[in-house]
């Protein structure tokens, strides 16, 4: 955990009709190891999905986006840079298929 930053401090500016607080994101900037990211795609998110695949081979991209609470067609993009990868492949027809992990 980082040492408290003043800089960060919270800003209280105010007038005879209003007040305004300006609060700093204590986060930012910080260094972050559990996400390293290689060629665009983060190392967190990439294990999170195999997870998911690992559990439920046949999860659909609706329940996958639903899981991972992010868009369908973020689903898609990653699983295509997975498959592109050769980390899973699709095995069956799209609706009753299922996934393999190599």
């Known amino acids: 955990m980082a040492v408290y930053d003043e800089s960060k401090a919270p800003q209280f500016i105010s007038s005879r009709v209003e007040f305004t607080v300006i609060l ?7 260094n972050r190891d559990d996400k390293s990211e290689i060629n665009g795609f983060s190392q967190g998110v990439e294990e999170v999905f195999l997870n998911a695949l690992r559990n439920n081979p046949y999860i659909s991209r609706k329940e996958l986006s639903k899981l991972l609470m992010i868009s369908e067609g973020g689903v898609k993009y990653r699983l295509k840079k997975l498959k592109n990868k050769g980390l899973i492949e699709h095995v069956g027809a799209s609706r009753g ?6």
């Not at 700093?24 to 910080?30: A, I, P, Q, R, T």
């Not at 298929?97 to 190599?102: A, P, R």
């Open 97 to 102: 298929g299922h996934w393999v992990i190599k």
């Open 24 to 30: 700093k994101n204590l986060n930012y900037g910080e």
